[in-house]
């Protein structure tokens, strides 16, 4: 059945284990107050993960290898590295589930994507 929530955490391992279908483990690399947002959207076939930080981190984690990664950074000026690789804003990033082939596309300046 459908479904959505929205979780704000101060704590981040309680917030990297509420991450679904994913092991993830990190640390916050900046001062400051720890603050992340978790929305998760839950349709029959699909389940959409979005999430917001307040603070800097470094992130190891495994997505469950049956799934169909695309993760993309939402704004200009985010730092994104998935697999060791800069994400800039305009970038996609797909992770296939049988032998976790992994593909990117970039913008190039006409605007059409480049693989």
Not at 42 to 68: G, K, N, Q
Request: aromatic share 8%; charged share 20%; hydrophobic share 40%.
């Amino acid at each position: 059945m459908p479904s959505s929530t929205v979780r704000t955490f101060t704590d981040p391992d309680a917030y990297h284990a509420a991450i679904r279908h994913t092991h993830a483990e990190g640390i916050v690399t900046g001062r400051g107050q720890f603050r992340a947002e978790l929305t998760l959207v839950r349709l029959d076939r699909v389940s959409l993960h979005r999430s917001e930080e307040a603070l800097p981190r470094l992130t190891y984690s495994a997505v469950d290898p049956a799934l169909f990664l695309v993760a993309f950074p939402v704004h200009r000026d985010q730092q994104l590295y998935l697999g060791g690789l800069e994400m800039a804003h305009g970038d996609i990033f797909a992770s296939a589930p049988a032998r976790r082939r992994t593909i990117g596309w970039r913008p190039v300046a006409d605007g059409a994507p480049s693989s």
